[in-house]
C-alpha cells in the first residue's frame, strides 16, 4: 500500500465520483481507477461500488476512510515536522475566502507568508460559506475565512478572526443619506438591491427584513452592488467596512440588526504547521490593517465571487 493510493482513495470516497477526484488529482480518470484497484488488491478488499451512473463505499471503504484520512493527516504532520526543523515549510496549502474582508489585510498576509516560505504555495478559493465549511470537514480546504452561518458542520474547528455591524448604504441623493440612523419601519416602500439568493448576507436580510421587500438586483458581486446603490438604483445593508470603503452616505440601524462575525475555519483535531502559520498570518493582518488608511472601493465589478 502506497501513501498515494491512499490520498487517491479518500479524494474519490469523498468525491463519489472518478472524474472529479481525478480531476482534483490533476490525473487521468484511468490512473486512479488503476491506483484504487491497486490498493483494494493489497487490502484484499473491494472499497467502491460502482455501476454506470453511481459509486459508493463499501462496508469496508466506510471502515477504512477514517484510517487513511489519520494516515495523510500523519504524512503531513511528518513533513511539516521535518521542514520546520529548517524554519521552512513546502508543500500547498487550500485556502477559501469571501470577498468583503476590508479589515482584514489579505494580500499582505500571504506576500509576508511567501517571503517566510517560499517553499510554501497557496491557491486561493471564493465560494459559498457553506461550501467551504463542508470542503474543509472533508478535507478539500485547509482552510477558510467565513461568515458565522450557525449550522457549522462537524469536524470543524472556528477561531473568531472579526466581527462588526451591518449598515444602510444610499446614494448622495437619497431621501436618507443625510440620516445617523433609521428604523426599518421607514424602509417598507424602498427599492433594495440585494446578495444572491442563498448567501449569508440575503439570508440576514430575509430574516430582519422580511421577504416581501422590493429587489430588483441579485447580484454575485459586492462592487456591483454598490456601484449601483451610488446610482440610485436602490438601497443595501451590508458590513460597515464596505460602505466606509466606498466612502458612501453610511446609516446606523436601530433595531437589533444581528453583528456580522468572521471566522477562520480549519479541521477538527491537530492542525499542520503550515495551517497554523496562515492563521498566524491573518490574524497579524487584522492587527495592521487596522493601522492604515483606508481607500475607496473600486466601482469596477471585476471577477464575479458568490458571497459576502
Known amino acids: 500500500m502506497e501513501l498515494r493510493q491512499v490520498e487517491h482513495f479518500v479524494a474519490v470516497a469523498q468525491e463519489l465520483n472518478f472524474s472529479r477526484a481525478a480531476e482534483r488529482l490533476h490525473l487521468g480518470q484511468s490512473a486512479v481507477s488503476s491506483s484504487i484497484r491497486a490498493l483494494e488488491r493489497d487490502l484484499n478488499t473491494v472499497l467502491f461500488i460502482r455501476d454506470s451512473r453511481t459509486v459508493q463505499l463499501t462496508h469496508a471503504g466506510q471502515v477504512f476512510l477514517p484510517v487513511a484520512r489519520r494516515l495523510l493527516a500523519t504524512a503531513r504532520e511528518a513533513l511539516d515536522n521535518v521542514s520546520a526543523v529548517s524554519g521552512l515549510l513546502t508543500g500547498t496549502i487550500r485556502i477559501g475566502i469571501i470577498q468583503t474582508l476590508e479589515r482584514i489585510d489579505i494580500p499582505g498576509a500571504l506576500a509576508d507568508l511567501r517571503k517566510r516560505h517560499p517553499g510554501l504555495s497557496v491557491h486561493l478559493r471564493d465560494e459559498q460559506p457553506h461550501t467551504m465549511l463542508t470542503d474543509v470537514a472533508r478535507g478539500r480546504l485547509d482552510l477558510a475565512v467565513v461568515p458565522a452561518i450557525g449550522d457549522e458542520p462537524p469536524g470543524v474547528q472556528l477561531q473568531p478572526l472579526h466581527r462588526e455591524d451591518f449598515v444602510l448604504i444610499t446614494s448622495t441623493t437619497h431621501r436618507l443619506a443625510d440620516r445617523v440612523t433609521v428604523d426599518l419601519d421607514e424602509l417598507t416602500d424602498e427599492v433594495w438591491v440585494e446578495f444572491l439568493k442563498g448567501s449569508t448576507l440575503r439570508q440576514v436580510n430575509d430574516e430582519v427584513l ?33 460602505a466606509e470603503n466606498a466612502g458612501m452616505p453610511t446609516i446606523g440601524i436601530r433595531q437589533a440588526f444581528p453583528p456580522r462575525e ?17 492563521i498566524d498570518a491573518f490574524l497579524s493582518a487584522k492587527r495592521r490593517r487596522g493601522t492604515r488608511t483606508r481607500t475607496p472601493m473600486n466601482p469596477d465589478p471585476g471577477n464575479p465571487g458568490p458571497d459576502t
Open 262 to 278: 468572521i471566522l477562520l475555519a480549519y479541521p477538527a483535531g491537530p492542525i499542520s504547521a503550515s495551517t497554523s502559520a496562515v
Open 210 to 242: 422580511g421577504t416581501s421587500r422590493t429587489v430588483v438586483a441579485d447580484l454575485g458581486q459586492m462592487a456591483l452592488l454598490v456601484s449601483l446603490v451610488q446610482a440610485d438604483v436602490g438601497i443595501a445593508i451590508v458590513p460597515r467596512c464596505v
